[in-house]
Nanobody
Framework: QVHLVESGGGSVQAGGSLRLSCGSS?????IGWFRQTPGKEREGVAT????????YYTESVEGRFTISQDNTKSPVYLQMNSLKPEDTAMYYC??????????????????WGQGTQVTVSS
């Protein structure tokens, strides 16, 4: 059983930055950040394979968001720069214990945090 705790959400104007943090109670293979808006499916934003540090990003955040970790036991961070109103969503941290065939898909992630709201105003 893995317990995840997110922090760092909030409100910011377009062009601003926020950093989300995801703490895990145990080791996981992958930590991913997903987001969801009302009426839409949850989408993968960024994922990190903790052992190697390999990262994966959805196209809409490439070059603006950075997922990182200090080591395999540290929190995982999502640095979000140049934020846009369309980035407004509830952001969830998730963990995958095994191999993820689709690191940006929800199917391989069995543990989820409670979510943190990110609101970007124009």
């Amino acid at each position: 059983q893995v317990h995840l705790v997110e922090s760092g959400g909030g409100s910011v104007q377009a062009g601003g930055s926020l950093r989300l943090s995801c703490g895990s109670s145990g080791y996981t293979n992958y930590i991913g950040w997903f987001r969801q808006t009302p009426g839409k499916e949850r989408e993968g934003v960024a994922t990190i394979y903790r052992r190697s540090g390999r990262t994966y990003y959805t196209e809409s955040v490439e070059g603006r968001f950075t997922i990182s970790q200090d080591n395999t036991k540290s929190p995982v961070y999502l640095q979000m720069n140049s934020l846009k109103p369309e980035d407004t969503a509830m952001y969830y941290c998730a963990a995958a214990m095994g191999w993820a065939d689709d690191p940006l898909g929800t199917g391989d992630f069995g543990y989820w945090g409670q979510g943190t709201q990110v609101t970007v105003s124009s």
